[in-house]
């Protein structure tokens, strides 16, 4: 015999929830809060897969192919995608370093809007580096709108 008495009264009082804002198009300086290896071993691939935060909390995350026995050019631009980063985050590239090396990092991202198959999504395109603050931490870029006049 079920316990559920049906929805209509339902006790919701102590359910806790967390609203994920995904981080919208443009630069943003983020922190990578995950960083694991995602295998599939019946299509033979593994992505390093990133999650990424802002300071408001608005997320996002970014897969990028490591291996794919069927697409060497995947594998390659995936290889390249990695290269770029490690040497952003301060690695020499040489050689890839275990996921915890990610966690934690500062790094910035641009993100860009995509269709595919009549469905947009926002993907990271490429990381750059933070800018470097006088005090030796990372400036954000200003989002505040400028208040000087143009003089023509």
Known sequence: MSKFQGLEGMD?????????????????????????VERDDKKDTAQLVLSYAGEDGATIRQWIWVYHSKSPEATEIGKKQ???????????????????????KTVGIFIKSEVYLDKTTLKVSYHFEPPVAK??????PSTAPL???IPF
């Not at 919701?12 to 995950?34: A, F």
């Open 12 to 36: 919701l009082s102590g359910v806790e929830i967390s609203r994920n804002k995904m981080l919208p198009v443009g630069r943003h300086i983020v922190k990578i809060t995950d960083a694991k």
């Open 135 to 140: 005090d030796g931490g990372t400036d954000a």
């Open 147 to 149: 208040d000087d006049e």
């Open 82 to 104: 990695l290269k770029e980063l490690l040497l952003i985050l301060g690695n020499d590239g040489s050689e890839a370093p275990s996921v915890s090396f990610f966690q934690g």
